[in-house]
């Protein structure tokens, strides 16, 4: 019958656990491991955002006495500390798993024979006989009897025939021993007293955390969308759009997705600090605020505005205001709002694609760049200089009313003798004026585009700061040379896999210069090709980033980014207009027209070798054909002719023949 060996100890179960520690604790910390940041330092290095960077990256870290951790952090050092525990409890559990050897418990080796075994534990007995050793501190008359007892047994089993046959055969002097199963958990947890313990963990873990922890993960995932919002907030932007939005339409719209999106506290203190701000924000935008607070609200609900989107619109006008925000909890709201300003952007953008809108795909695009820059959107690009560190909107009206782009302010701030133009030069060095270098339509092998083929825009793209000389002076020669590898570096890009030109060494734009936004910011555009004539978005937008900056001294200084798409069914002349829009920087938005041209495929055009003609109808395989539908070569007129003609003939000489042969 076979007897249950439950882990006294329980070391075994705590194998099991530590290795099912394991497996949780390692990737969970391998993925909030700080990954290794590309190294864009070289972006703007003004004092405002050199600053802003270190403000970032302390508010991200934490300090040594307040260590930002999150709960993610917090289950790590618990479950570290656990397996710790466990483990240095294993590492000093003593295990008795050795095989039973009577020559190592005697002391003496294999071959040796049974005289000098019988006189060696006489030796033995005269030294570990209970009666010979006395008990001491360190050893005990069990321990001692014990002793004696294991080199008795193992005497007897090299001089005894009956037990050196139950140790060779059973491994045990004893002979076969009952069957065990051995239980990897301790005695204590299926001991009666404790029964309602287990069974109430065993509840808990099984009946109660882990139905929980799935419907949370379930229902959470049915609730967002592919954008990462909500579905309400994906729902209330399809509503809020419309053909013709405004830009504040737009801003309107993008506050009624915080209010299932938000996550704030609500403090007495911050309430009164928001009021203040809402009469301040009043005060400065006038009617635009009033229009805003409008489009905030939906049209069925009476009332006053909803408070989480009242609290995210005050604090997103409050940063486009460029706004003191006083209270610490309003602090921390306010950049949680901006740093989830770009998820809902996106969302509120792919619901403007969704239906081809041009005007509200560029209002949604532009807004990124008017809250990356901390300037009212109402206002336009009448003060992108005050992107500029250090410079507000009265220096604008003083000193930009006569500048038609960033050089000329910074002249004109350094014919002032500016202090600032110290600083405003440094954030020019590294501004993200893009540069259209070329854009053109594409189609791999063809000279002229047919109806419904696939196209490629290509587009060629360079960062050229102000003040920046883009030409290289080449001689006739050497502009052959550049011209001809540069066509064969657009033919390879154009028939490689990806969207972006692969480009040697390591391409990276930098940090932006964003003063006012609540962290590191990597520049990037969209590339949109849309009919301005109907109000329509061709293709949809492409995002790119990592533009290389302008290089007089290279022969390619410039990116080359493709988008494909199928062209129109019908051949005509299509004029549309490409935008290279940013998201970082105001006022840095160059278009241009572009002209497509589809045309149908010459008629006289030569079939190639390859091409499998097709069958005449006279043969089975054109009969076949025509009767499924497919084409079929006819006879010309001629051929037929000929063909009845020489019919005719044979038949009258066949004719001739047999009245001649009657006759």
């Known amino acids: 019958m076979a007897t249950y060996e439950y882990d006294e100890a329980g070391v075994m179960a705590a194998y099991f656990v530590i290795t099912f520690l394991a497996l949780i604790l390692v990737p969970l910390t391998l993925s909030i491991s700080p990954q290794k940041k590309a190294k864009t330092m070289d972006g703007c290095q003004c004092k405002p955002c050199v600053e802003q960077r270190q403000r970032s990256s302390k508010r991200e870290r934490g300090s040594i006495f307040n260590p930002k951790l999150s709960k993610k952090t917090y289950v790590l050092v618990a479950g570290w500390s656990l397996l710790a525990f466990i483990s240095y409890k ?70 005894d025939e009956t037990i050196r046959e139950n140790w060779i055969k059973y491994n045990n002097p004893d002979g076969p021993q009952r069957m065990s199963m051995g239980i990897a958990l301790p005695k204590w947890i299926i001991e009666g007293q404790n029964n309602i313990w287990v069974l109430g963990v065993y509840g808990l873990l099984f009946g109660i955390a882990l139905p929980a922890l799935v419907g949370r993960w379930w229902f959470g995932s049915r609730e967002k969308t592919k954008d990462g919002v909500h579905a309400k907030t994906a729902a209330a932007f399809f509503k809020s759009l419309k053909e013709e939005a405004t830009m504040e339409e737009v801003v309107g719209a993008l506050s009624k997705g915080y209010q299932w999106e938000l996550d704030t506290t609500t403090k007495s203190k911050g309430e009164a600090e928001l009021d203040e701000l809402e009469k301040e924000i009043a005060e400065q935008a006038g009617a635009k605020w009033t229009q805003v607070r409008k489009f905030a609200k939906d049209k069925d609900v009476v009332g006053e505005l909803d408070a989480k989107r009242r609290k995210a619109l005050v604090l997103l006008y409050a940063h486009l205001l460029r706004i003191d925000v006083n209270d610490t909890g309003l602090q921390k709201d306010q950049t949680q709002i901006l740093l989830q300003t770009p998820v809902l952007l996106n969302a509120l953008l792919n619901a403007s694609i969704s239906r081809n809108w041009l005007l509200p795909t560029l209002a949604v695009m532009r807004l990124h760049a008017f809250i990356a820059q901390a ?23 003083t000193f930009g009313s006569t500048a038609k782009d960033v050089s000329d302010f910074v002249d004109t701030l350094e014919s002032k003798k500016d202090d600032r133009v110290v600083e405003v030069k440094k954030a020019v060095q590294k501004w993200g004026r893009i540069e259209l270098v070329d854009a053109a339509f594409k189609v791999i092998g063809e000279r002229i585009i047919v109806p419904s083929s696939i196209i490629y825009l290509v ?120 935008y290279i829009v940013s998201d970082t920087f105001v006022g840095e938005e160059p278009t241009t027209e572009i002209t497509l041209k589809i045309e149908d495929p010459p008629a006289n055009e030569e079939p190639s070798e390859d091409e499998i003609s097709d069958p005449d109808e006279d043969t089975l395989a054109g009969q076949m054909a025509a009767m499924r539908g497919g084409p079929v070569k006819k006879h010309k007129d001629g051929e037929d002719s000929d063909e009845e003609s020489g019919t005719d003939d044979d038949q009258d000489s066949d004719d001739s023949s047999s009245d001649s042969d009657s006759d």
Do not use: C
């Open 375 to 397: 300037l009212p959107p109402s206002t336009g690009d009448r003060l992108r200089f005050a992107q500029l560190p250090g410079i507000n909107a009265k220096d604008v009206d």
């Open 459 to 578: 587009v060629k793209l360079r960062i050229s700061p102000p003040g920046t000389k883009t030409e290289k002076e080449l001689s006739v020669d050497e502009t052959k040379r550049v011209i001809k590898a540069n066509d064969e570096k657009d033919d390879k890009f154009l028939l490689a896999k990806g969207d972006t030109e692969e480009l040697p060494g390591d391409v990276t734009s930098g940090w932006a210069h964003a003063p006012y936004w609540p962290g590191e910011r990597k520049p990037s555009w969209w590339v949109v090709l849309a009919d301005d004539k109907s109000g329509r978005v061709v293709v949809p937008p492409f995002k790119i980033t990592d533009v290389p900056y302008s290089q007089p001294g290279s022969d390619r200084d410039y990116r080359s980014y493709k988008i494909q798409f199928q062209g129109p069914p019908s051949t005509g002349l299509f004029t549309w207009k490409i």
């Open 90 to 159: 294993v590492s000093n559990t003593k295990l008795d798993t050795k095989l039973y050897d009577p020559f190592e418990i005697l002391g003496i080796k294999a071959d040796t024979p049974e005289k000098e075994i019988k006189s060696h534990f006489k030796k033995l007995s005269r030294m570990y006989h209970p009666d010979k050793v006395k008990a001491s501190v360190n050893e005990t008359i069990e321990s001692i009897q014990d002793r004696f007892v294991k080199i008795t047994k193992a005497y007897k089993s090299l001089t």
